[in-house]
């Protein structure tokens, strides 16, 4: 079973809208939160990553939510762009499982221009 | 892709017959992994390295088998393949000093008839 739950499977947004992807754990010992993400015939890309330490962090137009308490965190892709249209994937590492990343099972996101 | 090669980048073999995938890098990173995409599924390890002949297994090990005899490649065995073992083949790398983040090769796509 997925250690990590991942929400929606794809949205579609007008460009300037905001999607949001949503991902749960229930494994408290994770203590990395990254993003990938992946277009069409290339490998992942790290986009973003928190730790549980702080509420929220912001790169370029992505931003993180992090709810420990519900152990839920989210992406946030704001003034969306049509170049934003790609797959993204949340995970989570911890050091008692030599760093391995669970990964959620992915969410496409069309923007449309 | 972060120093990462991927060889072959695609192939097609009929069930029964040995596939050997090979993953080599160029940035002297300690821990390798080999991921499978699947539609549904996210990513899903098959197995990594810590270092040279240290390997173990993830969560989809079954089938598959690693070598790593030199820091800057590591492969992926499948002794019998089957069509199950159709799928994107993702190779993975992270450095000691950093070992959350991972790095993504471009993949192998891998079709077995």
């Known amino acids: 079973q997925q250690q990590v739950k991942q929400s929606p499977q794809s949205l579609i947004v007008q460009k300037g809208g905001i999607p949001i992807i949503n991902c749960a754990y229930e494994?408290?010992?994770?203590?990395?939160f990254p993003w990938y993400q992946q277009f069409p015939g290339k490998g992942p890309a790290l986009l973003i990553a928190?730790?549980?330490?702080?509420s929220e962090k912001k790169e370029g137009r992505f931003t993180i939510s992090f709810n420990k308490s519900a152990k839920q965190f989210s992406l946030h892709i704001m003034d969306s762009q049509p170049g934003d249209s790609a797959t993204y994937f949340c995970?989570?590492?911890?050091?008692?499982?030599?760093?391995?990343?669970?990964f959620g099972a992915g969410t496409t996101v069309t923007v449309r221009a | 892709d972060a120093g990462i090669t991927q060889s072959p980048r695609h192939k097609v073999t009929e069930t029964g017959t040995p596939v050997t995938l090979r993953c080599h890098q160029t940035?002297?990173?300690?821990?390798m992994y080999w991921y499978r995409q699947d539609p549904g599924h996210g990513l899903r390890l098959i197995h990594y390295?810590?270092?040279?002949?240290?390997?173990d297994k993830g969560e989809v090990s079954d089938g598959y088998s690693v070598s790593r005899s030199k820091t800057e490649d590591f492969l992926l065995t499948l002794e019998s393949a089957t069509s199950s073992q159709t799928s994107v083949y993702f190779c993975?790398?992270?450095?000691?000093?950093?070992?959350?983040?991972?790095?993504f090769g471009p993949g192998t796509r891998l079709t077995v008839t």
């Open positions: 390295s810590y270092g040279v002949k240290d390997t």
């Open positions: 995970a989570a590492s911890s050091p008692s499982n030599d760093y391995k990343l669970s």
């Open positions: 993975a790398i992270s450095e000691t000093g950093n070992p959350y983040e991972q790095y």
């Open positions: 928190i730790r549980p330490d702080v």
């Open positions: 494994n408290t010992a994770f203590d990395y």
């Open positions: 940035e002297n990173h300690r821990y």
